[in-house]
């Protein structure tokens, strides 16, 4: 089992930018993917980003395409998710996730989860 912390969130206004970090324990020669999903209130989650941990490449949802950004620190078992130029429309709560495979878009490929971090912007 992987336990993973997330860490970062918080307010911010419109058009400002904030970095969350997870930081990944346990288990983690078996992950595959890390990805970040989101929730708003009342909304389903919805995917944000993904890395594939050994080759590095990431993957965008279209809503934050260009704003935002995720990365890796592989020593420290860290993912990483930059994100400018923020909206309120991306006001939720951000998880992260470990994946073992297959599309990177369906929280169904995720394994565990972290217990989320909040991201509150104001207009």
């Known amino acids: 089992q992987v336990q993973l912390v997330e860490s970062g969130g918080g307010l911010v206004q419109a058009g400002g930018s904030l970095r969350l970090s997870c930081a990944a324990s346990?288990?983690?020669?078996?992950?595959?993917?890390m990805g970040w999903f989101r929730q708003a209130a009342g909304k389903e989650r919805e995917f944000v980003a993904a890395?594939?941990?050994?080759?590095?490449?990431?993957y965008y949802g279209d809503s934050v395409k260009g704003r935002f950004t995720i990365s890796r620190d592989n020593a420290k078992n860290t993912v990483y998710l930059q994100m400018n130029s923020l909206k309120p429309e991306d006001t939720a709560v951000y998880y992260c996730?470990?994946?073992?495979?297959?599309?990177?878009?369906?929280?169904?490929?995720?394994?565990?989860w972290g217990q989320g971090t909040q991201v509150t912007v104001s207009s």
């Open positions: 996730a470990t994946g073992l495979g297959g599309s990177v878009y369906y929280s169904s490929n995720y394994d565990s």
């Open positions: 346990g288990r983690t020669f078996g992950v595959y993917t």
């Open positions: 890395i594939r941990w050994s080759s590095g490449t990431t």
